[in-house]
């Protein structure tokens, strides 16, 4: 079992910025992927970041160029970097961490970015 923790969410303006942190506990030898996803109400959630092990990435569309996602193996975190946020970023941002076959999921940070 992989234990996460979100943290960094809050209330930020349009065009400011957010970084979010996430920590893993428990089994986190099996972990080869970590990554970021976000949901609103009333739709699904989707990508956000995703690092796998070797380091290589993947990012939704509509965060490329604004968002950076790392990690820290020794800390067992993963850190999302939010630049030049916009109102439609608004979302609950969860940490997602992959182990196999096995889906784990942090509870959630709230992201909130005001016109």
């Known amino acids: 079992q992989v234990q996460l923790v979100e943290s960094g969410g809050g209330l930020v303006q349009a065009g400011g910025s957010l970084r979010l942190s996430c920590a893993a506990s428990?089994?986190?030898?099996?972990?080869?992927?970590m990554g970021w996803y976000r949901q609103t109400r009333g739709k699904q959630r989707e990508l956000v970041a995703l690092?796998?092990?070797?380091?290589?990435?993947n990012y939704a569309d509509s965060v490329k160029g604004r968002f950076t996602i790392s990690r820290d193996n020794d800390k067992n975190s993963v850190y999302l970097q939010m630049n030049s946020l916009r109102p439609e970023d608004t979302a609950v941002y969860y940490c997602?961490?992959?182990?196999?076959?096995?889906?784990?999921w942090g509870r959630g940070t709230q992201v909130t970015v005001s016109s």
């Open positions: 997602n961490a992959g182990a196999g076959w096995e889906d784990y």
């Open positions: 428990g089994s986190v030898f099996s972990i080869n992927r």
């Open positions: 690092i796998r092990l070797g380091s290589g990435t």
